[in-house]
């Protein structure tokens, strides 16, 4: 598990939770956490299991904020 390789990652200073990105996954691995906010004090978007993600890219296109980033 700990080398699993980043292929969706949030700039989360650009996130501010609208949860568009959560909507669209097809995978259902994106998530606003609830426990840290940033600097906006916004909650913001993760991917809860990297391992499943198939790199669509269909959150980072769904995102108003362009805050993702992804990678195959
Ligand atoms: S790239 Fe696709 S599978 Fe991966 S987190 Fe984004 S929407 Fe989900
Ligand atoms: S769509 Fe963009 S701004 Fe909205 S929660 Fe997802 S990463 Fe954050």
Known sequence: ?????????????RCK????????????IVEIQKEKRNDKGYFYARCVDQDKCISCAMCAMMCPDCAIKIEK
């Not at 598990?1 to 200073?13: G, L």
């Not at 568009?20 to 097809?26: E, G, I, K, M, S």
């Open 1 to 13: 598990m700990s080398d699993v390789k980043q292929k969706m990652t949030v700039n989360i200073q």
């Open 17 to 28: 939770g609208c949860a568009l990105c959560t909507a669209v996954c097809p995978k259902k």
